[in-house]
Nanobody
Framework: QVRLVESGGGLVQAGGSLRLSCLASGIGFSINTMGWYRQAPGKQRELVSTIDSADSITYADSAKGRFTLFRDNAKTTVYLQMNSLKPEDTAVYYC???????????????WGQGTLVTVSS
């Protein structure tokens, strides 16, 4: 079974940086899209950034110019480099992937457990 393992959250002061990582572990699968969403207290979960199989990257307006999404050559780990963090970036960040498992064949959307990012003012 494929699962997403996240790391890298924590507490940082405004203006600081953090890097989140997410590893897709398992066997016999391919990834269509992978990336990060976040959910702040009292708000809905929202897109931060994703990358698809053609290496096309999407950023939320709030992330443009400050966050960078990239992945390893094996395309099983994505990283979110977050710079110039603001208090409003405080949220639980969730890794997300649209995958296809080969045997038995199925497509699925999977989520990581979430990692907390807290930005103090």
């Amino acid at each position: 079974q494929v699962r997403l393992v996240e790391s890298g959250g924590g507490l940082v002061q405004a203006g600081g940086s953090l890097r989140l990582s997410c590893l897709a572990s398992g066997i016999g699968f391919s990834i269509n899209t992978m990336g990060w969403y976040r959910q702040a207290p009292g708000k809905q979960r929202e897109l931060v950034s994703t990358i698809d199989s053609a290496d096309s990257i999407t950023y939320a307006d709030s992330a443009k110019g400050r966050f960078t999404l990239f992945r390893d050559n094996a395309k099983t780990t994505v990283y979110l480099q977050m710079n110039s963090l603001k208090p409003e970036d405080t949220a639980v960040y969730y890794c997300n992937a649209d995958i296809v498992e080969i045997s038995p064949w199925r497509s699925a959307e999977i989520w990581g457990q979430g990692t907390l990012v807290t930005v103090s003012s």
